[in-house]
């Protein structure tokens, strides 16, 4: 199989919302990086995040095995320390080897309303 991905990725428009009001994991706000490894090796993940008024934090390591998908929330991100919620963003995201990447965001700041929106990141 050919190998699909590339192994930089760009999210430039991150905003983790906060506060939530649905109940926590399935509906609380989050922002998440979907990413798929196709390869037959595992990835470690290498993840950059930039602020407005703030130096680069990272880098975060994420590992996705070989041949699967891994979902992660930016909001559980904890080290070398916590993404700022409710505060722009931009993230960076390296890997060893190709893999896709997609963003997710879900909104649930007004009380018994759910927003999701999703978009492909960048590939660099």
Partial sequence: MAQIG???WVVPGGRVPF???GREPEF?????????NATDQE???SLDFYYED??????YRILVGA????HVRVNDLIDPEAVRL????????????PVVVQFLRQDTR?????ALTGAMAYPG
């Fill in 54 to 59: 703030a130096e680069p934090v990272g880098p």
């Fill in 6 to 8: 590339a192994r930089t």
């Fill in 86 to 97: 409710d505060r722009p963003y931009g993230c960076v995201l390296r890997s060893p080897v």
């Fill in 67 to 70: 041949r699967r998908i891994r």
């Fill in 19 to 21: 506060p939530g009001h």
């Fill in 43 to 45: 990835a470690e993940l």
């Fill in 28 to 36: 609380g706000s989050f922002d998440q990086l979907c990413v798929l």
């Fill in 110 to 114: 007004l009380p018994g309303v759910v």
